[in-house]
Nanobody
Framework: QVQLVESGGGLVQAGGSLRLSCAAS????????MGWFRQAPGKERDVVAV????????YYVDSVKGRFTISRDNAKNTVYLQMNNLKPDDTAVYYC????????????????WGQGTQVTVSS
């Protein structure tokens, strides 16, 4: 098993930046593909970005391409989401999640979830 704890959320003006962190503990972090998901009020939880366990493959939802970057530091058991040029539509609770799949963008493939961190972007 792996336990995940997110941090780094907050309130930011449109055009600003935030970096989310997700610290993992438990089984070997490098065994997991890591994903960031988000859930806005009244909406489903959707994938934002994924980085494979090898680090060689990444996925971004179209709406964040060129603005968000997912990275991982296996030595620190941490995955990051750098978010630049934030927009009000990015407002959501952001979750990190782990899967043993080689890579997946499907929510139900992820077995382990953090508690979420709120990101609010004001216009």
């Amino acid at each position: 098993q792996v336990q995940l704890v997110e941090s780094g959320g907050g309130l930011v003006q449109a055009g600003g930046s935030l970096r989310l962190s997700c610290a993992a503990s438990g089984r070997s972090f490098s065994s997991y593909t890591m994903g960031w998901f988000r859930q806005a009020p009244g909406k489903e939880r959707d994938v934002v970005a994924v980085r494979s366990r090898s680090g060689s493959s990444t996925y971004y939802v179209d709406s964040v391409k060129g603005r968000f970057t997912i990275s991982r530091d296996n030595a620190k058991n941490t995955v990051y989401l750098q978010m630049n040029n934030l927009k009000p539509d990015d407002t959501a609770v952001y979750y990190c999640a782990a899967t043993e799949k080689i890579i997946s963008i499907k929510r139900h493939d992820y077995n382990y979830w953090g508690q979420g961190t709120q990101v609010t972007v004001s216009s």
